[in-house]
């Protein structure tokens, strides 16, 4: 039995690549780190969230992590077989751990983090091959406005550092080079 093909729309990508950006720049003020997801079933959104680390005190408050809960909540079951996740940056290994026990169908991220994405940036956990479960991935959807909104928040805190304005933020490191964005930060 062959699996059901998946029909990509890149104008659908973008068009919940941006609803994922509106959720960075929500995180942006509150001053988290701006990333942002939204999870996608059946053309309808059933989870959204960004970044509330600092907010709620809590690590694993990622946005990929309050958007799986919202959309559990929203379908009544913990399986997401159905739901494509879109989020702004490529998803850490906590979350792609939490996204393969999810069994979300499809991950759409902006940009990548090559030195500790776990959706093929460093590691791929999303498609490991002694899983149960593999997702399919798309990389680069609105890479350029992903970048952006991340470089936006590291310079405003290192300007804020010179200042020696309070900041409450762990180290941030970012590369300028290749526009990955590369930090220590959730």
């Given amino acids: 039995m062959t699996e059901p093909q998946i029909i990509i729309n890149p104008f659908d990508d973008e068009h919940y690549m941006r609803e994922a950006l509106r959720q960075a720049r929500k995180a942006a003020s509150q001053d988290e780190v701006p990333i942002g997801a939204v999870i996608v079933h059946q053309g309808s959104i059933i989870g959204r969230a960004w970044n509330q680390v600092e907010t709620l005190k809590d690590a694993t408050a990622h946005a ?10 929203a379908l009544g079951d913990w399986r997401l077989t159905d739901c494509d996740l879109y989020v702004t940056k490529e998803p850490c290994p906590m979350c792609a751990g939490a996204i393969m026990h999810c069994r979300i169908r499809r991950v759409i991220f902006g940009c990548p983090d090559v030195k500790g994405g776990g959706a093929g940036g460093y590691w791929n956990l999303l498609q490991a091959p002694n899983l149960n479960h593999r997702a399919e991935i798309t990389s680069g959807v609105l ?44």
Avoid: W, Y
């Fill in 143 to 186: 890479n350029d406005q992903c970048v952006g909104i991340l470089k936006e928040f590291f310079a405003a805190a290192r300007r804020r550092r010179a200042e020696g304005l309070e900041h409450k933020k762990g180290a941030a490191k970012e590369s300028t080079g290749d526009d990955t964005v590369i930090f220590d930060g959730p």
């Fill in 64 to 73: 990929e992590m309050l958007a799986l809960t919202q959309a559990e909540s």
